[in-house]
Every structure is written in structure tokens, then in C-alpha cells.
């Protein structure tokens, strides 16, 4: 009788198993989908991905400055040093999500005081 429940069990969660795998594949290939991610693709060529973190902006000689000092406490890590009219920019990082940058910002406050995370545009 055991032996019975146990094989009669085994089959039912293979069945549901093997009908799971074929309901995820059909969700995968419907047209919602495809056009969430034709939105998000869309969106990303538009406005970008992913945050940096902006130590400076502000005169060059400064920005210069932070950089410099930036690479040295925090060697390996990105830094960028931009002119926008009429204001130089230090950002470092390259960061997928605002958590990353996040947790690197609490990092770099020790050191830096008044720094942001911004979101990368093109």
C-alpha cells in the first residue's frame, strides 16, 4: 500500500514538474513580453543604465584634485572627469542598480563629503 502512494506521489510531482517547464516557455515567447522588452531596450537607448557616483563639480583645478586624490585612497575603482559648461565633474563607479551605488556611497562618504548618486545618460 505504501509502495503504491509513493509511485502514485512520484508521478504527480514529475507531471507537474514537466508541465511547469512547458507553461514557463509559453509565458517566455508571448507578445506582452516581447514588447516589455522592446520598451526596455528602448528606454535604455534613450536615457541610459546604470548610476555613477559624483564626488565633484565644480572648478578644474578642484576636480583635478579629487580625482587625484579618489585614485589614490580608492585605486581600481572608475573615475571620469567631464567638462559641462561651465562646471568639471568627477564621477567614479560604474554601477547596474541604485543599491550598488548605494553601498559604495557609504563607502566613499568616509572620505568625501557632499557626494551623490546620479543615473548615467547618454
Do not use: H
Not at 543599491?99 to 545618460?121: S, T
Amino acid at each position: 500500500m505504501n509502495i503504491k502512494l509513493i509511485l502514485i506521489a512520484f508521478i504527480l510531482t514529475s507531471y507537474a514538474d514537466i508541465t511547469n517547464c512547458s507553461a514557463q516557455n509559453n509565458t517566455n515567447s508571448s507578445t506582452q513580453i516581447k514588447n516589455l522588452i522592446a520598451k526596455k531596450r528602448s528606454y535604455n537607448k534613450t536615457y541610459g543604465f546604470g548610476y555613477r557616483i559624483q564626488l565633484y563639480n565644480g572648478t578644474e583645478k578642484k576636480a583635478r584634485s579629487y580625482q587625484e586624490r579618489f585614485k589614490i585612497e580608492f585605486p581600481g575603482i572608475y573615475s571620469k572627469l567631464t567638462y559641462n559648461t561651465p562646471e568639471w565633474k568627477v564621477q567614479v563607479g560604474n554601477y547596474k542598480t541604485r543599491l550598488e551605488a548605494d553601498k559604495a556611497l557609504i563607502k566613499f562618504k568616509k572620505e568625501f563629503i557632499g557626494i551623490i548618486v546620479i543615473p548615467m545618460g547618454k
